[in-house]
């Protein structure tokens, strides 16, 4: 597959941005080589500069499981674009969403619209710090939450590392009060809050991990989760920035029978437009400005044209359930690819909730970042270039979920599991 357009807006891109991107996990440095750019997307499909179609399975990372232009998606953003492009004051569309995410995920009595779900986790965190008086946080190696100072600590190996930051800029007094644990471990968990109980504000967690491939919690791990935090006063703030509306219209609070005491979403709350929420238990949402004394603020949230978005986006998956489809969809591509390896002989695990999936180049299956991290990224390298270059396109990295959506057909499954198989028979010995 020829890609001169790509490579030459990509060279440039170089010179004007970072890394040529605007966000490091879209620049290929798992895989190495050089990313593709995209002109225009439909439903399943994504056309890059060059003319080259692929069938998607990063969907923007997650938001359009709708599929791309999803028509009466697309419509609601032109009816709201003829009517303002912001106010900054309140508009009927809030309310609108707001009400929606409170119907879907019932955890939730009162939300806080922002931009970003790294802006939703880092004012979370914020409010449990104010709401409990308390300082620590714990977080779980192989989590992420976006770039939140704080939550950017080694995922180091060791059972509780107090936090040392991981990237340059982070203080270590910003993360000081950051504990790491390990996911799924559940005496881990005991022994941190025997020790620190009393300062604990919050424990955050990724209720279905997607950033280290898709690892699965274990009933007895949630359960310890809710338990020890209720125990000791601190807050759980479930961080379903990617897994809500995803894995459920309820997310995987619903899924799992879990009730948060905060619960953070991104992603597909903005239907592919950037909204983040966050929102809980109205007694501890009051806690925040001008209800309360915790501040956050912004500009553009709850904006007209990204809520009109959301909305369009919430009701279809409220009002046209895709999730038995997609579990369908699901289930054909995370057999068939797990089938395709073994095929070939190759060491593989798939884990997969609903439409989000990992095959991992691991013969364990992944219940931690250190199992996860034991993958072969080599191999997966070269699974997704050859994926690439036969028109199907992959997250970049073996530690990120892959996402089938509404729009995906079983042709579109199979063609992939062919393509697939291609790949790896050619693996050889
Ligand atoms: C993507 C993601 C975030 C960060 O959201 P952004 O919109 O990229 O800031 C936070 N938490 C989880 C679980 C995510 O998957």
């Given at each position: ?8 807006i ?41 003319g ?139 022994e ?17 991990v ?96 990204a ?83 036969r ?17 995906h ?8 599991i ?10 050889g010995?």
């Amino acid at each position: 597959m020829q890609r001169p357009k790509s490579h030459a807006i990509f060279s440039r891109a170089k010179e004007l941005m970072p890394g040529g991107v605007n966000s490091p996990a879209r620049a290929f440095g798992g895989v190495g080589g050089e990313p593709v750019v995209f002109e225009r997307a439909a439903g399943a499909y994504l056309f890059d500069v060059d003319g080259n179609q692929y069938i998607d399975y990063i969907g923007s990372w997650g938001p359009m499981i709708l599929g791309h232009q999803h028509p009466q998606v697309v419509a609601a953003v032109r009816e709201a674009i003829e009517k303002a492009f912001s106010f900054g004051a309140p508009s009927p569309g809030e309310n609108e969403l707001c009400e929606l995410i409170c119907q879907l995920v019932p955890s939730i009595e009162m939300v806080r619209l922002v931009s970003s779900g790294t802006e939703a986790t880092m004012s979370a965190i914020r409010l449990a710090r104010g709401y409990t008086g308390r300082d620590r946080i714990i977080k779980f190696a192989g989590n992420y939450h976006g770039h939140v100072d704080s939550l950017l600590v080694a995922a180091g190996s060791s059972a509780a590392t107090l936090g040392v930051p991981n990237s340059p800029g982070v203080t270590a007094g910003t993360t000081q009060d950051t504990i790491v644990c390990r996911y799924n471990d559940v005496a881990n968990l005991e022994e941190v809050f025997t020790e620190h109980g009393s300062t604990i504000a919050g424990v955050i967690f990724e209720p279905i991990v997607g950033n280290m491939g898709t690892v699965v919690p274990t009933p007895d791990f949630l359960q310890t989760l809710r338990e020890l935090t209720w125990k000791h006063g601190a807050l759980l703030i479930c961080d379903e920035v990617m897994t809500g509306f995803r894995v459920s219209a309820g997310g995987a609070q619903q899924l799992l029978d879990i009730t948060p005491d905060i619960t953070t979403l991104g992603k597909i709350v903005g239907g592919g437009m950037p909204i983040g929420a966050y929102g809980g238990r109205k007694e501890i949402m009051e806690h925040i400005l001008p209800a309360g004394k915790v501040f956050q603020a912004g500009t553009l949230s709850g904006n007209p044209v990204a809520t009109a978005a959301g909305i369009a986006t919430l009701k279809l998956l409220r009002d046209q359930p895709p999730y038995e489809k997609l579990d369908q969809l699901g289930k054909l591509l995370g057999d068939g690819l797990l089938a395709a390896a073994h095929e070939a002989k190759i060491p593989a695990t798939l884990t997969r909730v609903g439409s989000m999936l990992t095959l991992f180049f691991n013969d364990m299956q992944p219940t931690d970042w250190d199992g996860a991290s034991k993958s072969d990224t080599t191999r997966f390298a070269r699974y997704f270039w050859g994926l690439l270059n036969r028109g199907v396109y992959m997250p970049c990295s073996q530690y990120e979920a892959l996402f089938v959506s509404a729009a995906h057909t079983e042709a579109d499954i199979q063609q992939t599991i062919d393509t697939a198989k291609e790949v790896l028979a050619g693996f050889g010995a």
